[in-house]
């Protein structure tokens, strides 16, 4: 059985570079572990022999991740250091599968660094998604909340400084700052959970800011493990997943749904737009 550590190429050339997501954070591969190879080594292993040819490989792991036959994804490993808000940092560490090792604002200071979104970002309130934003803000709305965001970074860092000065405690001192005061952390997530992760921050309901970093770890990952990611774009990216009732609804009424046949069916009003949404790709 092979026993040498795999050594991937591309991921040596990515490692300690930084990839700048919002506008002042970024991603950085500190270390992997592994690679597509590990994952058919795996899989292998029962049989005590390896495989020899990459098109086998690359059917074994389409297989897998079709299957969800998820254990041999988890002997991959990337970590990362990860520079973001700290409300995207609240969302990201809610995945718990990871290790986490976060910059200590008790034991020092934060740098004087925010996220500040671009005026386009600004939008209202989605009317569909209670948690989402929707339509364009007129411009000059879009620059007085930006300048709100900019005046309040200002003042509490000022104030920051002036208590922290006057020697008030750091972990006191920090609850004054705002949410998008920048934070850091090492992430270190098997290939499986990270996949979770990128699918479920990826997706359009997820958050703008979030999504960027989600979208820039894939940019990576995908050239580190081509055959895996080329896997999880087909069977779960691009994908659709139909319960029962939408498997009725259009053995009834086909992919050309009408609004009248869609409230006849037995999907709720959130079901049916997340079914159009579906429908979509079929288009
Ligand atoms: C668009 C979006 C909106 C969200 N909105 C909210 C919100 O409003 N409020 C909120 O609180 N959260 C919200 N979340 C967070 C969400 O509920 C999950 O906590 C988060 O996405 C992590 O997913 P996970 O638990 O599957 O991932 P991980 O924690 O990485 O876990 C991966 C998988 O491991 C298993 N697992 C891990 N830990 C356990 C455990 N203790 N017990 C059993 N199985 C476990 C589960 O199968 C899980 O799917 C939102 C997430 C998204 C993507």
């Given at each position: 059985m092979e026993t040498k550590r795999l050594v991937v190429p591309v991921a040596e050339e990515i490692l300690g570079r930084e990839y700048s997501v919002l506008n002042k954070g970024f991603i950085r591969l500190v270390d992997y572990m592994g690679g597509d190879e590990s994952i058919v080594q795996a899989a292998r292993v029962a049989y005590g022999k390896g495989t020899k040819k990459v098109s086998e490989g690359r059917g074994l792991i389409r297989n897998l991740m079709r299957n969800e036959h998820?254990?041999?994804?988890?002997m991959v490993e990337f970590k990362w250091h990860c520079k973001m808000p700290i409300f995207v940092a609240r969302q990201w560490i809610r995945h718990r599968t990871a290790n986490v090792n976060e910059y200590s604002m008790r034991y020092s200071q934060p740098r004087d660094e925010f996220y500040i979104p671009a005026l386009?970002?600004?939008?209202?309130?989605s009317s569909s998604n209670k948690q989402g934003s929707g339509e364009e803000v007129p411009k000059d709305l879009a620059l007085e909340f930006v300048d709100w965001v900019i005046n309040t970074d200002d003042d509490s860092m000022k104030k920051y400084k002036k208590f922290s000065d006057e020697n008030i405690a750091r972990e006191l001192v920090r609850?004054?700052?705002?949410?998008n005061t920048y934070t850091e952390w090492y992430w270190k997530c098997d290939l499986h959970n990270t996949l979770h992760f990128l699918k479920l921050r990826m997706a359009?309901?997820?958050?703008y800011e979030i999504r960027e970093y989600a979208n820039a770890m894939a940019g990576i990952i995908k050239q580190i493990v081509p055959l895996t990611y080329e896997a999880f774009d087909d069977y779960v990216l691009g994908g659709v997943r139909l319960s029962k009732q939408e498997i009725e609804t259009m053995k009834k009424y086909?992919?050309?749904?009408s609004a009248n046949e869609l409230e006849e069916s037995n999907l709720s009003g959130g079901e049916q737009k997340e079914f159009l949404e579906k429908l979509k790709k079929f288009e």
């Open positions: 998820t254990s041999p994804f988890e386009e970002r600004v939008k209202f309130q609850i004054g700052l705002p949410l359009p309901e997820a958050q086909g992919m050309k749904i």
